[in-house]
């Protein structure tokens, strides 16, 4: 079984930072792409940024310059540090990943989501 486990969502006001982590568990064989999505209320899911296990890195234009992604291959993690947050980013952001697990093959996998709210 393998599982995504997200953290550091919060409550910040504009122009503040956060800094969201995910850990992937399991019986892991290799991660391939890892990023970020989220969700605000009424809206799709969208992409916020992905890193491939080779380090190539993509960004929505939305957040160009403003988030950085990253990941730590020996420890199965995928950050995503926040600068300059505005109002517009507040929403459920989760974690994805493309795993290939020891049983199961490779599948994708979602985390349980992180509330992040930016508001004065």
């Known amino acids: 079984q393998v599982q995504l486990a997200e953290s550091g969502g919060g409550l910040v006001q504009p122009g503040g930072s956060l800094r969201l982590s995910c850990a992937a568990s399991?019986?892991?064989?290799?991660?391939?792409?890892m990023g970020w999505y989220r969700q605000a209320p009424g809206k799709q899911r969208e992409l916020v940024a992905a890193i491939t296990n080779g380090g190539g890195t993509n960004y929505a234009d939305s957040v160009k310059g403003r988030f950085t992604i990253s990941r730590d291959s020996a420890k199965n993690t995928v950050n995503l540090q926040m600068n300059s947050l505005k109002p517009e980013d507040t929403a459920v952001y989760y974690c994805n990943a493309d795993i290939l697990s020891t049983y199961l093959g490779t599948k994708n996998y979602w985390g349980q989501g992180t509330q992040v709210t930016v508001s004065s």
């Open positions: 399991g019986s892991i064989s290799r991660i391939y792409v």
